[in-house]
């Protein structure tokens, strides 16, 4: 048996329903979502569209789902999509694009996870005709998750876009947790969206729902998405259950993401880490042995993750209070700065 752990900072995933989010999915109404017949998805749905400014939604089980349905929109079989070499969907998904929907991706180097949109354009090859594999598509991740909860500067997102525009290129956002990037800028959520043709996100990680996304789109597309959805056997039925926790979660767990992002400085700033780099939940710590470093502060009763053999990751969520991090604190400082 392991220490029972005090603080959980691998993931804003690992939060637990509260009581009240538990109460309201055990009062939801439901029905059968296949025959879209469950009002409480029926209307996460239509609530989440226009939150990010577009037609529908599609709620799905998972936000690699929701990615994977968005990709296979802008590309068939032997085309590709470029992302940076950081991204989620490129490194996080088990490969899913090139499995399910024969999609490859190139990737341009982004420090921190950061778009540069001179690194997208001399990677892009629209229409390469029969020689070169033909880009569809340009996906961006806001905020980053590998690149330490990097939010995408405005003006790098709209050259992306035109850029996109210019050459005919479908746009995709992963934005498992723009709820961050809304919450740490104060820019409306579909300002944010509004660039992209389709966008992802969470509700299962700071939002703290126990599981879902949602896919937003115009109504063609997702009426496409609700097809494959169905395909890849993710087509759920009284799932009214756990769109009440999403619908709870945007009632009462979207302007709390600042207590994490507060969080998360302090964390930061007790570690030494540059205050430049903690822009919302998550913190990235170099450190010369992450394993090691990592399994001593488990032993101690923190978890962390290691990133990489130098980096470790730490996140703030809905579970970690300020004594959550104060006790962190004293857990990890004296490794970080010793090892
Ligand atoms: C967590 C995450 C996802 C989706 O993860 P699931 O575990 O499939 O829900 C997608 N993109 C990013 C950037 C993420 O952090």
Redesign the pocket.
């Known amino acids: 048996m392991t220490t029972p752990a005090l603080v959980d900072l691998r993931s804003d995933?690992v939060t637990r329903p509260t009581a009240a989010m538990r109460a309201a999915m055990a009062e939801a109404v439901v029905g059968d979502d296949v025959y879209g017949e469950d009002p409480t998805v029926n209307a996460l749905e239509e609530r989440v569209a226009a939150l990010l400014g577009h037609e529908a939604g599609l709620f799905v089980p998972?936000?690699?789902?929701g990615?994977q349905l968005g990709l296979r929109l802008h590309a068939a079989p032997g085309q590709e999509i470029v992302c940076d070499q950081l991204a989620?969907?490129a490194r996080?998904?088990l490969g899913a694009a090139a499995a399910f929907s024969g999609i490859t991706f190139r990737t341009w180097p982004a420090e921190r996870g950061l778009l540069d949109v001179d690194a997208v354009a001399g990677l892009i090859a629209p229409d390469a005709g029969p020689y070169l594999v033909s880009t569809t598509a340009i996906a961006v991740?806001n905020t980053?998750?590998f690149g330490g909860g990097t939010v995408q500067p405005a003006a790098a997102v709209a050259a992306v876009a035109r850029l996109a525009r210019d050459h005919g290129l479908g746009l995709h956002l992963?934005g498992?947790?723009l709820w961050n990037a809304h919450v740490a800028t104060g820019t409306p959520l579909a300002e944010l969206a509004a660039p992209f043709d389709t966008v992802?996100v969470?509700l299962?990680?700071g939002l703290g729902a126990p599981v879902g996304?949602v896919l937003v789109a115009s109504a063609e597309r997702i009426a496409a998405a609700r097809v494959w959805r169905k395909r890849y056997g993710a087509g759920m039925r009284q799932a009214g259950i756990l769109a009440a926790a999403g619908h709870h979660a945007l009632d009462h767990h979207v302007e709390r993401l600042a207590d994490d992002h507060a969080r998360a400085a302090r964390l930061g700033a007790a570690l030494g880490v540059d205050a430049a780099t903690v822009e919302t939940n998550i913190v990235v710590l170099r450190v010369p042995d992450a394993a090691a470093v990592a399994q001593t502060a488990a032993a101690a009763g923190v978890l962390v993750s290691a990133l990489g053999p130098r980096l470790l990751r730490l996140v703030t969520h809905l579970d970690v209070d300020d004594a959550g991090v104060e006790r962190a604190v004293e857990v990890l400082a004296p490794l970080a700065a010793g090892s």
């Open positions: 995933t998972s936000g690699s789902l990615n989620h969907i996080a998904e991740e980053h998750n992963d498992a947790r992802s969470c299962s990680k996304s």
